[in-house]
């Protein structure tokens, strides 16, 4: 059973800075694209960033472009989602996700984290 546990979530001001982690479990999270996605209250979920087995180029939202960067430590079985210069509109709960590499579907998901930015 694969289990994703995100952290990393909070309140933090305009301008400011998180970063979310996302543990996964299992001996194969290197073999797996992981992606973050969010939702905010009111819309529909959203595709925020994902990357590759090997971490190179990970692919960005148009709207988080430039202020989120994502990174992976198989080693360690996390993913990392450095967010920068917050915007209130970045408000969401943020998930976690894996997708095997030959398949267009997120097969699993962690249970979220809350980021709340204030203006």
């Known amino acids: 059973q694969v289990q994703l546990v995100e952290s990393g979530g909070g309140v933090v001001q305009a301008g400011g800075s998180l970063r979310l982690s996302c543990l996964a479990s299992?001996?194969?999270?290197?073999?797996?694209?992981m992606g973050w996605f969010r939702q905010a209250p009111g819309r529909e979920r959203e595709f925020v960033a994902s990357?590759?087995?090997?971490?190179?180029?990970?692919y960005y939202a148009d709207s988080v472009k430039g202020r989120f960067s994502l990174s992976r430590d198989n080693a360690k079985n996390t993913v990392y989602l450095r967010m920068n210069s917050l915007k209130p509109e970045d408000t969401a709960v943020y998930y976690c996700?894996?997708?095997?590499?030959?398949?267009?579907?997120?097969?699993?998901w962690g249970q979220g984290t809350q980021v709340t930015v204030s203006s």
């Open positions: 299992g001996r194969t999270f290197s073999a797996y694209t």
């Open positions: 996700a894996r997708r095997d590499p030959g398949r267009t579907a997120y097969d699993y």
């Open positions: 990357i590759g087995w090997s971490g190179g180029n990970p």
